[in-house]
């Protein structure tokens, strides 16, 4: 069993930046690709980001490209996402997400472990 607790949400002005956390507990940590995702009020959960256990491979929704970076520490247990440029349509809580499938990990049906989550606010 694996607990992901996330960190480092907040409010922002437009334009701004922030970077969330996750850390995770347990042994196998690098075992596991991990993911962000977001969930907009009345909105359902999308994917934002997803890297593979060693970090050698990301992949990003087309609504984040280019202004968000995930990235994980090993040692650590932790996972990042740098969000930058933010917009008032990044609005949501972010999630993080563990899977032991990397390949399935743009949907939720791929996750097998949550986070609870972090808020992150912009305003215009």
């Known amino acids: 069993h694996v607990q992901l607790v996330e960190s480092g949400g907040g409010t922002v002005q437009a334009g701004g930046s922030l970077k969330l956390s996750c850390v995770a507990s347990?042994?196998?940590?690098?075992?596991?690709?991990m993911a962000w995702f977001r969930q907009a009020p009345g909105k359902g959960r999308e994917f934002v980001a997803r890297?593979?256990?060693?970090?050698?491979?990301?992949d990003y929704s087309d609504s984040v490209k280019g202004r968000f970076t995930i990235s994980r520490d090993n040692a650590k247990n932790t996972v990042y996402l740098q969000v930058n440029s933010l917009r008032p349509e990044d609005t949501a809580v972010y999630y993080c997400?563990?899977?032991?499938?990397?390949?399935?990990?743009?949907?939720?049906?791929?996750?097998?472990?949550w986070g609870k989550g972090t808020l992150v606010t912009v305003s215009s």
């Open positions: 347990g042994r196998t940590f690098s075992s596991f690709a």
């Open positions: 997400a563990a899977s032991s499938t990397y390949t399935i990990m743009r949907t939720t049906r791929g996750i097998d472990y």
């Open positions: 890297i593979t256990g060693a970090g050698s491979s990301t």
